[in-house]
């Protein structure tokens, strides 16, 4: 298998997702797909405070010593939304699926509005949970320093139903998401082959953690219970390595 199979799969599997829950979704109620879209957010939660335990892990607790690991956490979420603010990323990812919705509107036909706003909508929140996940990164990686794809092909299978229980609310957004996995999950690919070598455990439990908490953002946001600027916050995922590394030469 070539490098990079695993990403190609896994954007492969949005994709025929998608296309399955479209066709899927007009034959829905729209009391249903509510229900869906909570029902994905109960288990985006559950995800999300599973990679979030991982701020206790001990790897992480022996190198830079049990109060630490908390305000590494803080300190990734409170530097990365300052840059991911500054840089404005949710806006551009907003922009970006606004951009794709009217190259499909041109192709397809339809109202230049007829559903932007639920396409953006499906397309930031599908790459968000297609790729804040703990998976993206370690899988990508993995790959990346030959340790084969079987951990993006477990993703795909899991972001492959969650794409057709997506798409049947959100429409085709969804499945203009698969380029975003192309490019994060490729770009993480081509680092990990860069670096040749693997992430410490204390460095990998601080990122999990951080993308544990990020999902809890995206969990808020399915619920309809607060709208988290998670793209914002997307930084945070490089900044938990930074900080834990300095803090291990500080101690």
């Known amino acids: 298998m070539f490098p990079g199979i695993g990403t190609v799969v896994n954007a492969a599997t949005v994709l025929i997702g998608a296309t399955l829950g479209v066709l899927l979704g007009h034959r829905l109620p729209e009391r249903t797909r509510s229900v869906v879209t909570d029902a994905l957010g109960l288990i985006t939660l559950l995800i999300a405070a599973t990679s979030a335990m991982a701020v206790a892990d001990s790897s992480l607790s022996d190198a830079v010593g049990d109060s630490a690991p908390m305000l590494i956490v803080l300190g990734a979420l409170l530097t ?28 397809f036909g339809g109202p230049e509005h007829h559903g ?54 959100f429409g085709w957004g969804v499945a203009a998401a698969a380029l975003v996995v192309l490019v994060v999950q490729g770009g993480l690919t081509a680092l990990g082959a860069a670096l040749g070598t693997f992430l410490p455990d204390a460095h990998l439990a601080a990122l999990t953690a951080t993308g544990g908490l990020l999902l809890v953002g995206v969990a808020l946001r399915l619920l309809d219970l607060k709208p988290v600027r998670v793209g914002d916050l997307l930084p945070a995922l490089v900044m938990a390595p930074i900080i834990t590394q300095i803090v291990i030469i500080l101690r």
Request: charged residues 20%.
């Open 80 to 107: 990365g939304g300052i840059i991911g603010s500054s840089l404005r990323i949710e806006d551009r990812l907003a922009g970006l699926g606004g951009t794709l919705q009217r190259v499909v509107v041109r192709r």
């Open 116 to 169: 932007r706003e639920r396409f953006i909508e499906g397309f930031v929140t599908s790459s968000l949970i297609f790729c804040v996940g703990p998976l993206t990164i370690i899988g990508a990686l993995s790959e990346g320093i030959g340790d084969g794809p079987q951990q993006l092909f477990l993703k795909s299978a899991l972001d492959g139903f969650a794409a057709i229980a997506f798409a049947a609310s």
